[in-house]
């Protein structure tokens, strides 16, 4: 990822403008997003919702792969050195994030394209009909179907945690630089997907259950961000420079409105009357947490690329 220059003498900045760029955000996003439709497709795996055949499980692994693939071209786009990009297959360093988060990446595959192989589209099996065998095979193997849901729900929670752990070790950014960045990923990626699955699942007690699973995401992502900010707050003076950043500086307006009220408030309140049997289900809020969840990403970002030691003497 490409360092960003600043302006020391201005740190009054248009939020919008200094930013990465929209690749390392939608990378982040979709990267969350996947991760937890592999959680709750690895979840309906072990709890044998598979049995129903218009389980959410036969059509997630598809978008997963897609959105996923979307994600990792992402990455790639924002790469300063993108013919050397394979290098990060040749070692492994346990110390390096990036050499983790390719690695995952790479594991994350196999498993969604054997869930897949479940129950893959028709047009798959038209072109590829030798995989009726291996369908054959894994359905035949409730074991199996069980260690493959087990396999989504560890390599999707891997993949939700290195979104966030990825920020939270660079430590010239103070923002970013919180043990607790990694929760907030990983349950904003729950809760999106939970809140995407919710929209597309056919199955009536499914829609029922994500979202009733969403507003408990929803409450414990901002039960996080309480104590992300908190935990900012009562820190170094540069920590606490930056989380003005989003409390009373240029990033307050997008972060409190757009993630925090439209994002996780607004919705939660109209799902709760949902599952309460007050009001119809509506795609409405699920589209507010997902638009939500990527906001959160690119206010991360953006004031994280801010909130580095240098600025913190200009304030």
């Not at 043990?179 to 056919?202: N, P």
Request: aromatic share 12%.
């Amino acid at each position: 990822m490409q360092e960003l220059t600043t302006t020391r003498h201005n740190p009054q900045i248009d939020p919008f403008t200094h930013v990465w760029g929209w690749e390392i955000p939608v990378y982040l996003f979709l990267g969350g997003l996947v991760a937890g439709m592999m959680i709750i497709s690895g979840y309906f795996l072990f709890s044998k919702r598979y049995k129903e055949n218009n389980c959410a499980c036969y059509t997630l692994p598809i978008i997963s792969l897609i959105l996923l693939s979307l994600g990792m071209f992402s990455l790639f786009l924002d790469l300063e050195h993108k013919l050397f990009v394979w290098r990060l297959y040749t070692t492994f360093k346990i110390a390096s994030p990036m050499s983790w988060g390719a690695w995952i990446l790479i594991l994350v595959y196999p498993i969604i394209i054997t869930n897949l192989l479940m129950g893959p589209p028709a047009y798959i099996v038209n072109r590829f009909p030798q995989l009726n065998k291996i369908t054959t095979y894994i359905n035949t193997r409730p074991r199996l179907i069980q260690n493959i849901g087990i396999g989504n729900m560890l390599l999707g929670g891997m993949l939700g945690v290195y979104t966030g752990v990825l920020l939270s070790t660079m430590g010239s950014r103070p923002l970013w630089n919180t043990s607790i960045l990694w929760v907030l990923f990983l349950v904003s990626g729950l809760s999106t997907a939970a809140a995407f699955v919710h929209m597309i699942a056919k199955n009536i007690s499914e829609r029922e259950l994500l979202a009733k699973a969403d507003n408990g995401f929803l409450i414990i992502e901002l039960f996080v961000i309480v104590l992300m900010l908190v935990g900012l707050a009562t820190s170094s003076q540069v920590q606490i420079q930056a989380v003005q950043l989003l409390v009373g500086g240029p990033y307050t307006a997008p972060f409190w409105v757009f993630v925090v009220g439209m994002g996780i408030i607004i919705p939660l309140i109209i799902q709760l009357l949902a599952v309460n049997h007050k009001i119809k289900h509506t795609p409405i809020a699920p589209i507010m947490v997902i638009v939500g969840g990527l906001i959160l990403r690119f206010v991360i970002v953006a004031a994280g690329q801010f909130s580095h030691y240098i600025n913190a003497h200009f304030h």
